[in-house]
């Protein structure tokens, strides 16, 4: 999730979370992270999200973020263990930086210098190890604009997706990149606002009555998470970043 004005994500994270068990079979694990100023609130788990108290704590207890990466874990490369959950969370150029990933590139195993390496043992984790080390590379210590940092990162995925299926997100706190590598979608809500219903379960939230006509909220999922919304699909290879609840840049694939 990216928008204008710190929101909770307790509508959609309930049901995004009935996929890792329930509607879903992505029980290996999940994952979220909110960012907050400079801080991010990091949560993971092991368990299953239908399973998991801290799930149920996110669902009962609203954090606000301006930006939110969420994941549940279907474990291709590496054990069901907590440093294997995603997101996962590294700090480049003074901000910590999340990365989530969907998909399997297992024979993707780049050179790390020392820099940024892996805790676990997944070939999501030594991606987004490669993407950052790569950033200082092409970069050194001067952050580049976000039109740069869009470039490059698109070359890199279109080079990591080579190795497989590469659907991330990657966020700063300040922008929200998703690259599409098989399936991804993404809807913007904004003034006026409408009744959204949930596909995982029957809950559904008048956005109108809890909003301003002046907030934006941007949600990107693998699959839609409301069935009376438009949904927008993305293309394969495509590269968009989100800003404030819009996508700013868009680079096709």
Known sequence: MNCNTPTDIVFSFTGFALRGGSTGQHQDGWGIAFFEGAGVRHLVDHQAAIHSPLAELIKKHPI?????????????????????????VRECWGKNW??????????????????????GNTDSERAFCFILQEFRHRFGTQVPTLAALAQALKELCHHIAGYGTFNMMLSNGEALFVHCSTELHYLIRQHPFNTAHLSDEDISVDFAAVTTPEDRVAVIATEPLTN??????????????????????????
Request: some cysteine; proline content about 7%; overall charge negative.
């Open 98 to 119: 999340v990365f989530a990933h969907n998909g399997d590139v297992p024979d993707f195993k780049p050179d790390l210098t020392g820099q940024y390496l892996p805790i």
């Open 228 to 253: 009376n919304e438009t949904w927008t699909a993305f293309s394969k290879g495509d590269l968009k970043v989100f800003v404030e609840g819009t996508c700013l840049i868009d680079l096709p694939g």
């Open 64 to 88: 606000k973020s301006e930006n939110v990466v969420a994941h549940i874990r279907k474990a291709t490369q590496g054990r069901i263990a907590l440093e294997n959950c995603h997101p996962f």
